[in-house]
């Protein structure tokens, strides 16, 4: 079995060919340059025009994807990578206000008290005094079906 964080890397640096091939972007893997960035993972250049756009991959090999904290921005997209039973992977692509729109559906089929909060679920409470908080939300490709090959929502160069 190929450990965690190889896997992330692998399920990355393929998602990044696919951007560079589809939309004429150059992508640079931010782990590369060890950049603090606690949300993405890629960073998509226009070679012309000198816009540019954040990627955080997720890949999956089992039934979920545990603790997805998700996106927040406008230049913001989250790809989804599944492996989970099949031959070739699935791949499901999210702008913002797709993943805004999940988190809404997702909601109220979590436990309560959760907020949506910085483009992911939050819950807060106190526990013996302190202040606790979890983010992130288990999500099943069920939840992201309709992205599925979404690759048109990314911008072009």
């Known amino acids: 079995m190929v450990e965690k964080t190889r896997f992330g890397r692998t399920c990355e640096d393929f998602v990044a060919e ?3 091939a589809k939309t004429g972007y ?5 782990n590369d340059v060890r950049y603090n960035h606690p949300v993405t993972d890629l960073l998509a250049r226009d070679p012309k ?3 540019e756009y954040e990627v955080s991959v997720k890949g999956k ?15 913001q ?4 990578v ?8 699935n791949f499901y692509i999210l702008n913002n206000q797709d993943w805004q729109e999940v988190l809404s559906s997702i909601l109220p089929n979590r436990d309560g008290g959760a907020e949506i909060i910085n483009g992911a679920l939050e819950w ?5 005094g302190k202040n606790k908080k979890f983010r992130g939300s288990q999500l099943y490709t069920s939840d992201i ?13």
């Open 145 to 157: 079906e309709k992205y599925l090959n979404n690759w048109a929502v990314l911008p072009r160069a």
């Open 124 to 128: 807060n409470w106190v526990e013996s």
């Open 82 to 89: 599944d492996i989970y039973k099949i031959e070739s992977p």
């Open 61 to 75: 090999k089992s039934a979920s994807w545990p603790a997805v904290r998700g996106i927040s921005e406008k230049n």
């Open 49 to 51: 025009h000198f816009g």
């Open 18 to 20: 696919l951007i560079a």
């Open 77 to 80: 997209y989250i790809i989804f």
């Open 26 to 30: 150059e992508v640079s893997n931010l």
